[in-house]
Structure formats: structure tokens, C-alpha cells
């Protein structure tokens, strides 16, 4: 009874073996291009390849990073809303600069845990809750202090790193 039992299982591997290598072929015969090789007139090419600053936020520092990206020519995105994230398009960075602690930690989060948007830089508003911000391990955590070109004047730094692909998690 135990050789018949080891018997149809042998069988039924060679079985699923056999099916396997007829649907290999059979996807290696039908399938021409992967989707990276798929270009038409809806999707550029080259935008595919090239990745993004992505900025959160609507105040004063957000305005100036983005001028700083326009007058640089670095390609940006900017966002008030978690849900205008593009999930086709590989970020390079992530900068919350809100002036709202709570919205700066959920879109930090968001974006490096759900769209694994590599480096996270966040504005930390309220130096009580530093703490919270170096327990999520971004990239680097800017405190907010009163003197704008400062904060500014280290954002551009940090988005020549994040062009250059130096920022250091």
C-alpha cells in the first residue's frame, strides 16, 4: 500500500513537472516585450527612466524648494494630498514640509513604507515630537526654527543630494 502511495505521488511530480515546462513555453512563445520595453504615444520613454523629487506641502519653504528645482531644472513633483502620489513614477526623495507635524509623519510614512520612496526627509515642527520622527529612521529630520533661509539654505543641499543620489540613510 505505501509503494502505490509513493508511486502516484512520483507520478504526479513528473506531472506538474511536465505541465510547468509546456506553460514556460508556452509564455516564452506568446509574450513578446515586457511591459519595461512597451512605449507608445500615452507614455514617454525617457520620462520612464528618470525619476522624481517629490515635495509635500503648501507654505513658504515648499514654495522656495520649488523654485530652487525650477531655477536648477531638477524635475519635482509637488503634492497636497497622500493620495496624488503616483505609484508608476520611482521618486528619488521625499520631502514633507508641512507645518502640520501630523500630516508631515503619515506622508513620510506612507511614502517610504507603502511606495518605497528610498529617502525621506521630513520637517519637524515641535521638537516634543523629534523623538516620534527619529523612531521612523528617515532620512534626515529637519527641526523648523523661525529663520526660513536656514532651513532653506539646508533643503538645498539635501536636494543636490538627492539629485546626485548621495543622501546617506
Not at 513658504?60 to 523654485?67: A, M, P, Q, R, Y
Not at 502620489?85 to 510614512?109: A, G, P, Q, W
Amino acid at each position: 500500500m505505501i509503494y502505490i502511495g509513493v508511486l502516484i505521488a512520483i507520478v504526479l511530480l513528473f506531472l506538474g513537472y511536465y505541465a510547468m515546462v509546456k506553460v514556460d513555453k508556452f509564455i516564452e512563445n506568446n509574450v513578446e516585450h515586457s511591459n519595461g520595453d512597451l512605449c507608445d504615444k500615452y507614455k514617454d520613454c525617457r520620462g520612464m527612466e528618470e525619476k522624481l523629487i517629490l515635495i509635500y506641502g503648501n507654505n513658504e519653504i515648499t514654495n522656495l524648494v520649488k523654485d530652487y528645482c525650477d531655477l536648477q531644472k531638477y524635475k519635482y513633483e509637488s503634492i497636497i494630498d497622500i493620495n496624488s502620489i503616483n505609484s508608476e513614477v520611482e521618486y528619488r526623495c521625499l520631502f514633507t514640509l508641512s507645518y502640520h507635524d501630523t500630516d508631515n509623519l503619515m506622508v513620510s510614512s506612507v511614502g517610504f513604507k507603502v511606495y518605497s520612496i528610498p529617502s525621506v526627509i521630513a520637517l519637524c515642527n515641535n521638537q516634543n515630537y523629534l523623538k516620534i520622527y527619529k523612531e521612523f529612521n528617515f532620512a534626515k529630520t529637519l527641526l523648523y526654527t523661525y529663520e526660513t533661509d536656514k532651513l532653506f539654505n539646508a533643503i538645498k543641499e539635501l536636494v543636490e543630494d538627492a539629485v546626485k543620489d548621495k543622501i546617506k540613510i
